[in-house]
């Protein structure tokens, strides 16, 4: 089983990527005020319709992206699918520059990049994060040991919650564990997939803390940084 990623810069990547958008993506686009978030919502948007395009053989602006949420009627918070292809499992994560994509086929995938220099306030994230468990092991942590480790668990955290689509609101944090290999849940939110979920970490450079969830336990993993969108071949 193997999990093919492919990491994006996207104040480099912007232009062409800009390309492979439509009509309504491009002019969602230019009215992101900020550049940050408008080359990462380029970036995402083109780096997802590049493996459309690749997978489905069509053009990239002719990929079918569905946001539909699995969980309710909501039909933009979901976790993004092609329309065409629901066995290519995807998922998204950005920060900073960084743009970062994550798919597979015989697996459910869900990605989580995080910059390890970003500013967080380390008691009121333990509270926010962690479970029982958790907790206990964080006590013998303390500086930037206990920093990477919230990080680690972080990570860990929200790539679970974007393989299920169930997001950050409706399972909270504290419910999942993941100080082992495979995630525990206390109770059985609705939705909930039956089959462990797996937990890999990734060295993915960039000064990032990542994890990717995974359906099957130990997927090879192969990670390719693009200069350009348009590079990504499957
Ligand atoms: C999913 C979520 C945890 C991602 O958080 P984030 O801080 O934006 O994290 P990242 O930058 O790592 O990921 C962003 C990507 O997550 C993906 N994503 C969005 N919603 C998702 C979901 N429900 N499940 C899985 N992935 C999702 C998208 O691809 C998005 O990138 P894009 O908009 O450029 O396509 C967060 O957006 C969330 O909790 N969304 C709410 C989901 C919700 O309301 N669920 C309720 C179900 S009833």
Do not use: N
Not at 68 to 97: I, N
Not at 104 to 118: F, K, N, P
Not at 183 to 204: F, N
């Amino acid at each position: 089983m193997i999990v093919r990623m492919w990491v994006v810069e996207a104040e480099r990547a912007e232009g062409e990527a800009r390309g492979l958008l439509t009509p309504a993506e491009l002019a969602r686009a230019d009215e992101l005020g900020r550049e940050q978030v408008r080359r990462t919502f380029v970036t995402s948007r083109a780096v997802q319709r590049a493996l459309g395009a690749r997978y489905l053989g069509v053009p990239a602006t002719e990929v079918g992206i569905s946001r539909a949420c699995s969980h309710c009627a909501d039909d933009g918070h979901g976790k993004p699918h092609f329309t065409a292809a629901p066995e290519l499992d995807f998922s998204v994560s950005h920060t900073g520059d960084l743009v970062v994509i994550a798919a597979a086929t015989g697996t459910r995938v869900g990605l989580d990049v995080e910059l390890g220099s970003r500013t967080i306030e380390i008691e009121e994230m333990v509270r926010m994060l962690a479970s029982e468990s958790e907790q206990r092991s964080l006590d013998g942590h303390s500086g930037e040991s206990l920093r990477t480790a919230l990080f680690r668990i972080w990570a860990r955290k929200e790539a679970t919650v974007k393989l299920t689509g169930h997001g950050l609101l409706q399972v909270p944090f504290p419910a999942l564990s993941v100080d082992g290999p495979v995630v525990r849940v206390d109770g059985s939110p609705d939705g909930w997939p039956e089959e462990a979920i797996h937990l890999t970490d990734l060295s993915i450079g960039h000064g990032t803390v990542a994890a990717l969830a995974t359906t099957v336990p130990s997927p090879e993993i192969d990670v390719v940084t693009l200069p350009r969108v348009a590079d990504l071949s499957l």
